[in-house]
């Protein structure tokens, strides 16, 4: 089955400090992939849509200057927090899709956990 | 997309069916119904989706009402490991987004 791939798992950082995950699709070609963030006890929240090749679409809400998204390749996202704070500490979720006729299974990764000092 | 309603939480005896309801009254005709699964610290673990006929898989049952409206996830024995955040998702191609509720929490006990 399609298999969906995020590094770190977990980082650690300084205040101020820019961090990015990365996102890969292993086994199948995503032209979209999407970002969600998820506090403790709370449902995910999507951040944004990634495309291939063109510029990230962002939710309301968030800043996209503070989450810069590269989708250069059909396999690889990037997420990075810049200037990280200890606000920006939150598990990060990403999903690409196989697609198809009308219905699009979309596989997530296992998160990424990141804490800000 | 519409928006489901589910319970925030419900408890399951292992080896019994777990049958976890979800309210979609104003889904749209394209849009699909889809249930993920969060087991804790992990992502969403897709399960099975339908648009409006009932939809069997190995790990679960889709039962969809006649008017869409609503929609039945049936996991035929419930074991430990399905204790986790389940969610229930209206999705549209128009958008391709698969936006979260608060989901359903099913402990199952022993």
């Known amino acids: 089955g399609a298999v969906v791939s995020q590094h770190p798992s977990w980082v650690i950082c300084k205040s101020g400090t820019s961090v990015k995950i990365e996102c890969r699709s292993l086994?199948?070609?995503?032209?979209?992939m999407f970002w969600y963030r998820q506090f403790p006890k709370q449902s995910l929240m999507l951040m944004a849509t990634?495309?291939?090749?063109?510029?990230?679409?962002?939710e309301q809400g968030v800043e996209k200057d503070k989450f810069l998204i590269n989708h250069a390749s059909l396999t690889l996202s990037t997420l990075t927090v810049t200037s990280a704070h200890p606000e920006d500490s939150s598990f990060y979720i990403c999903?690409?899709?196989?697609?198809?006729?009308?219905?699009?299974?979309?596989?997530f990764g296992a998160g990424s956990r990141l804490t800000v000092l | 997309d519409a928006k489901t309603t589910q319970p925030p939480s419900m408890d399951c005896a292992e080896g019994r069916a777990a049958n976890l309801p979800c309210n979609h009254s104003?889904?749209?005709?394209?849009?699909?119904v889809y249930w993920y699964r969060q087991i804790h610290s992990q992502g969403p673990q897709y399960i099975i989706h339908?648009?409006?006929n009932n939809e069997t898989n190995e790990m679960a049952s889709l039962i969809i009402t006649e008017d869409r409206k609503s929609s039945t996830l049936i996991l035929p024995h419930a074991t430990l490991r399905d204790t986790a955040v389940y969610y229930c998702?209206?999705?549209?191609?128009?958008?391709?987004?698969?936006?979260f509720g608060q989901g359903t929490t099913l402990q199952v006990k022993p």
């Open positions: 339908g648009l409006k």
């Open positions: 999903s690409a899709g196989t697609g198809s006729s009308g219905a699009n299974v979309l596989t």
């Open positions: 998702i209206s999705f549209s191609s128009n958008t391709g987004k698969l936006i």
């Open positions: 990634s495309n291939e090749g063109s510029k990230a679409t962002y």
């Open positions: 086994d199948f070609q995503a032209t979209t």
């Open positions: 104003t889904i749209s005709g394209n849009e699909y």
